[in-house]
């Protein structure tokens, strides 16, 4: 039988400064006496040892001619502690991201085939960050919380951030996966009209029929199911320059509120800036109050039965 084996990782260690002042005492020198035995200014030997300056291997070796104590020793001592501090600076990120992760919605995405079932916190880490198409936690932060986004919500009910940003990303990924003709403005337009001859057609076949017309005029159009939590009915945004994209969440489950929110997204998209991301509830309010006043001047003139 072959005996297993364990390696020794104390939780701690020890920095080299500590180690330093010991020898220091024990042999009756100052600081200041060391650096001038060393050759090296005294604030160097304050930094080891107050832990502000690493011991590198010349320092090391002077040292060991000086004190006595063999400059490997005093590497090593260095190596572990700075092998400690990363650990446990890993452990607190990986702590952080553990609380990120848990604030989404992970068995509803398990549910809809998004990812596969996490086999522990840190894999479900791992399968949101490849979801989400970023490297790490950090990176999320500054893409997705300081997006510049132009709300339209009421007071008293706001959805969840989360559960918004996943599905946003939905939509970016339906949007990715839709092949469109560069965007044209003026074809977006007469593509419209066409549309708005649907609205009165079987929802299911006429919102494929209007993915088509929008595809060939630059425009990825993706009806995304909402999360829990949501209080949306849509988004408009550009994916890049030649590619805008509508998200549809159809929460209201009525026909004239899903083509209402459709046109009142494609205002967004011919009257407004390419740099924000417009996501709709159900009441317009605070800075966004005139664009979304535009938005809904402009579905209601184009569209007088809504």
């Not at 952080?96 to 989404?104: I, P």
């Not at 596969?116 to 490297?135: I, Y």
């Not at 993706?222 to 805008?244: D, E, H, Q, V, Y």
Request: hydrophobic residues 40%.
């Amino acid at each position: 039988m072959v005996p297993s084996t364990y390696s020794y990782r104390p939780d701690y260690a020890v920095p080299p400064g500590w180690v330093l002042e010991e020898h220091l005492k024990s042999q009756s020198l100052s600081p200041a006496e060391l650096a001038r035995r060393c050759g090296r200014s005294a604030k160097l030997i304050c930094g080891i040892i107050a832990g502000k300056a690493p011991v590198e291997p010349k320092t090391a070796l002077e040292f060991e001619k000086v004190l006595g104590l063999d400059a490997s020793i005093w590497l090593g001592i260095q190596a572990r502690y700075r092998l400690q501090q990363a650990r446990e600076a890993e452990a607190k990120e990986t702590l952080k991201a553990a609380v990120w992760a848990k604030t989404f919605p992970v068995t509803e995405l398990v549910k809809r085939g998004e990812i596969e079932e996490p086999a522990s916190e840190s894999d479900a880490v791992s399968k949101l960050l490849a979801f989400f198409g970023v490297g790490s936690v950090q990176v999320w932060h500054g893409r997705y919380e300081q997006m510049n986004v132009a709300y339209r919500h009421s007071h008293s009910f706001k959805s969840d951030r989360a559960a918004l940003t996943l599905w946003l990303r939905l939509g970016e990924i339906e949007a990715e996966q839709q092949e469109c003709a560069d965007y044209n403005a003026a074809r977006f337009k007469r593509a419209l009209k066409e549309i708005r001859g649907l609205t009165r057609a079987p929802v299911a076949s006429a919102l494929e029929k209007a993915q088509q017309l929008c595809n060939e005029v630059g425009v990825a159009l993706a009806p995304i199911k909402p999360f829990r939590g949501m209080a949306l009915s849509g988004a408009a945004w550009w994916l890049n320059r030649r590619k805008a994209v509508i998200a549809l969440s159809a929460r209201h489950k009525t026909d004239d509120h899903l083509w209402f929110s459709l046109f009142h997204e494609s205002a967004h998209i011919l009257l407004h800036s390419k740099k924000t991301v417009f996501i709709d509830g159900t009441q317009a309010g605070g800075e966004v109050e005139d664009i979304e006043t535009q938005a809904d001047r402009w579905t209601s003139e184009r569209n007088p039965s809504s």
